[in-house]
């Protein structure tokens, strides 16, 4: 047990908390971007049918400019499917659990000026050696043993050292 403010909660709660606040964390930040995306390719849009209703503009790019705002907007339904879905879990308290040695790392290269690069741990567990489960999770060391509390569809994961 462990006392946290005037609780006391157990290794489960205070991984579980960590997890949830790691989990809206992610999810209000793709939600955000993902919803500028979209809203940039409407403004877009509806500049194209503006300028098409002026006739300033070939009807040619007010379906590019449809084409791209579909695109957009699929693109972000489809990336927040998961975070929907382990919404569901987090609000029920269900998670996955692993309690396993970290075999290897996927380099995972983000775009940008310069590229940022984050290392996503695969685990194996302990007591099936045929279970492993790659997680986006922090701090983790290759070949130590690990308990991590991960959402099954984002995997997004908090792990601590055993």
């Given at each position: 047990?462990?006392?946290?403010?005037?609780?006391?909660?157990?290794?489960?709660?205070?991984?579980?908390?960590?997890?949830?606040?790691?989990?809206?964390?992610?999810?209000?930040?793709?939600?955000?971007?993902?919803?500028?995306?979209?809203?940039?390719?409407?403004?877009?849009?509806?500049?194209?049918?503006?300028?098409?209703?002026?006739?300033?503009?070939?009807?040619?790019?007010?379906?590019?400019?449809?084409?791209?705002?579909?695109?957009?907007?699929?693109?972000?339904?489809?990336?927040?499917?998961?975070?929907?879905?382990?919404?569901?879990?987090?609000?029920?308290?269900?998670?996955?659990?692993?309690?396993?040695?970290?075999?290897?790392?996927?380099?995972?290269?983000?775009?940008?000026?310069?590229d940022t690069i984050t290392y996503y741990?695969?685990?194996?567990?302990?007591?099936?050696?045929?279970?492993?489960?790659?997680?986006?999770?922090?701090?983790?060391?290759?070949?130590?043993?690990?308990?991590?509390?991960?959402?099954?569809?984002?995997?997004?994961?908090?792990?601590?050292?055993?």
């Open positions: 047990m462990v006392w946290e403010g005037q609780y006391m909660i157990n290794e489960h709660e205070k991984l579980f908390f960590m997890l949830s606040k790691t989990f809206y964390r992610y999810f209000w930040k793709n939600l955000i971007i993902l919803f500028s995306t979209s809203l940039m390719a409407l403004i877009v849009f509806i500049g194209g049918v503006l300028n098409f209703l002026k006739g300033t503009e070939d009807i040619k790019i007010v379906f590019m400019c449809l084409i791209i705002f579909i695109v957009v907007l699929t693109v972000t339904i489809l990336g927040m499917k998961p975070f929907f879905k382990d919404m569901k879990l987090v609000k029920m308290e269900k998670y996955d659990n692993i309690t396993g040695k970290i075999v290897k790392y996927r380099r995972v290269v983000h775009g940008g000026d310069p741990p695969t685990i194996r567990d302990i007591n099936k050696e045929w279970v492993e489960v790659e997680v986006k999770a922090e701090k983790t060391e290759l070949n130590q043993i690990y308990h991590c509390v991960y959402l099954p569809n984002t995997k997004i994961a908090v792990c601590e050292k055993r």
